[in-house]
């Protein structure tokens, strides 16, 4: 959400960022629904003003014995017209409130223009490709592995789900156990169990509703699935004055993610590359306003450091502000290199919000000695998706024979498995 106040003080910082996210100019509207809403108010208490006056009047003509009852029909007209015009400003707010609700952060200035992904910068990258000949797609690798069934999974649950077996299962879950030792004891994140279902005002709070309502999946309760823990773990902050002394604080956690993938039909079709369900750790900060930016280059370092110690390539990019995310007012993905696409694919996305998710939250802090509170700056950011890293590791440690060597940051998390061998074989410390 926005500050109507320095918009009215400066409409075109604001006009100027949300063109350069491809929008037309906004604050004509804002402000002129503004000025209704504060018109009404204005009006509104100039009439309680007047309507208490008169009402002291009657009770001195009535001390008196005198007839009050014409300045009682006043007041009486009075207070109806309060009515109405309250509820013509309740109306005009929550108009100026739902429109507000769907425009996007501003964009920071360091942030490259761009329309897509096409237009993205690259900051870094790490480590070269391996050369594989005729390198294989996860999907032949599972498959291959006797560990990855999309057939059994589409029976039950259609399309876009996978069932994961035996070794790659191990893997997996190997995968998110080393994310979560390593953020949590190298990087200094606090672990949380969270709830996978939230309530309307969480997923506003982090951007998700009004505008992508059609991308969740929504319980007949009217709880809705999280598509990322990013949403339980801000929303730890919901309503919430911090101290400035405990800021900042970093939090994450391994939850299942639950996406509806609409208007993705086409895209990603094969594999696990785009699913309706899938494990993620998160990570999360929020921060003092001056720090925010620090803290989102310590966040990618962290999610780097997950695949600098797994050996893959990655390279990280600065996002555009034509493909950066909603709530986001600067991004950084990285990008793991996948041998079977013979390119690199998103793996992570750490994002710095500022004050946009903390205004729609009412999350502030205040330091010692100021008599007024501030809002938190949040970050998010994936540590990284487990299904991708997954993927990741079956393409990048593929053998010619069909075998998936494990990584040495795993073996301490696979129970003494050193290689994931072809459906069928079995062998002393390795699993089929």
């Known amino acids: 959400m926005f500050d109507l106040k320095h918009i009215r003080e400066t409409p075109e910082f604001y006009d100027s960022g949300w063109q350069r996210r491809g929008l037309a100019p906004q604050t004509p509207k804002i402000i002129e629904m503004d000025e209704k809403r504060r018109a009404l108010q204005t009006e509104m208490q100039d009439l309680q003003a007047s309507r208490n006056a008169l009402s002291k009047d009657i009770g001195a003509i009535k001390s008196k014995g005198g007839d009050a009852s014409d300045i009682m029909a006043k007041v009486a007209e009075m207070k109806e017209r309060i009515a109405r015009i309250e509820e013509d400003e309740k109306k005009i707010a929550e108009e100026l409130q739902g429109f507000l609700g769907v425009l996007p952060n501003i964009p920071d200035a360091s942030v490259p223009d761009g329309k897509d992904e096409k237009d993205n910068k690259e900051a870094r990258r790490h480590g070269e490709p391996p050369r594989i000949n005729s390198a294989r797609d996860h999907t032949d690798i599972g498959e291959g592995l006797g560990g990855m069934d999309f057939e059994t999974a589409a029976k039950m649950s259609g399309a876009r789900f996978v069932l994961l077996k035996s070794g790659v299962a191990?893997?997996?879950?190997?995968?998110?156990?080393?994310?979560?030792?390593?953020?949590?004891?190298?990087?200094?994140?606090?672990?949380?169990?969270?709830?996978?279902?939230?309530?309307?005002?969480?997923?506003?709070?982090?951007?998700?509703?009004?505008?992508?309502?059609?991308?969740?999946?929504?319980?007949?309760?009217?709880?809705?699935?999280?598509?990322?823990?990013?949403?339980?773990?801000?929303?730890?902050?919901?309503?919430?004055?911090?101290?400035?002394?405990?800021?900042?604080?970093?939090?994450?956690?391994?939850?299942p993610c639950f996406r509806s993938e609409a208007g993705a039909a086409g895209k990603d079709t094969r594999g696990m590359i785009r699913q309706h369900q899938f494990y993620k750790v998160e990570l999360v900060s929020i921060t003092a306003e001056d720090k925010s930016m620090d803290e989102l280059e310590r966040m990618t370092n962290c999610a780097e450091t997950i695949l600098k110690k797994l050996g893959l390539a990655f390279r990280t990019m600065a996002l555009c502000t034509g493909d950066m995310g909603f709530s986001a007012k600067k991004t950084f993905d990285i990008e793991v290199w996948l041998p079977g696409q013979n390119t690199y694919r998103e793996i992570s996305s750490c994002s710095n919000c500022g004050d946009f998710q903390a205004r729609r939250m009412m999350a502030r802090y205040k330091a010692e000695g100021d008599k007024q509170t501030r809002y938190v700056h949040t970050l998010n950011g994936s540590g990284v998706a487990v299904g991708r890293c997954l993927i990741a590791v079956l393409e990048n440690y593929q053998q010619a024979d069909g075998s998936v060597v494990i990584p040495d940051a795993l073996l301490p998390y696979m129970g003494g498995i050193k290689k994931l061998e072809p459906a069928g074989e079995v062998k002393s410390g390795k699993v089929a």
């Open 170 to 255: 191990r893997l997996e879950r190997a995968l998110a156990q080393f994310m979560l030792d390593t953020h949590t004891q190298e990087h200094g994140y606090t672990e949380l169990s969270v709830p996978l279902l939230v309530r309307d005002e969480a997923l506003y709070g982090t951007g998700q509703l009004p505008k992508f309502a059609e991308d969740l999946f929504r319980t007949s309760t009217g709880h809705w699935l999280i598509p990322t823990s990013e949403v339980s773990l801000t929303n730890t902050v919901l309503d919430t004055i911090l101290d400035a002394a405990d800021l900042p604080l970093r939090l994450t956690s391994l939850t």
